[in-house]
């Protein structure tokens, strides 16, 4: 079975800067696509970033600028630099991989999420 274990979630003051981690278990799932999604109070999940194994990012248009992507693949594991917090950017962000699990075939995987809460 894949899991994905998420950390480095937390309070920040508006400005401030989090970063989150996601690593993959599994030794046999090999992750294609891994990203980032968030909840925020009364809205629906919607994605943040997502990062390719060759390394092609995409990003929502509201954290273009201030968030980067990045992945280890030798780790399956993917991260999520926040920089430049703001208040609106408060939400439960969920890791997201997909890839193929060996006799398991090809699988999505989410995370349990991590609570980031931007205030002061």
Do not use: H
């Amino acid at each position: 079975q894949v899991q994905l274990v998420e950390s480095g979630g937390g309070l920040v003051q508006p400005g401030g800067s989090l970063r989150l981690s996601c690593a993959a278990s599994g030794s046999l799932f090999s992750a294609n696509v891994m990203g980032w999604y968030r909840q925020a109070p009364g809205k629906q999940r919607a994605l943040v970033a997502t990062i390719t194994s060759d390394g092609s990012t995409n990003y929502a248009d509201s954290v273009k600028g201030r968030f980067t992507i990045s992945r280890v693949n030798a780790k399956k594991t993917v991260y999520l630099q926040m920089n430049s917090l703001k208040p609106e950017d408060t939400a439960v962000y969920y890791c997201n991989a997909d890839g193929w699990a060996g006799p398991d075939g090809y699988v999505e995987v989410w995370g349990q999420g991590t609570l980031v809460t931007v205030s002061s």
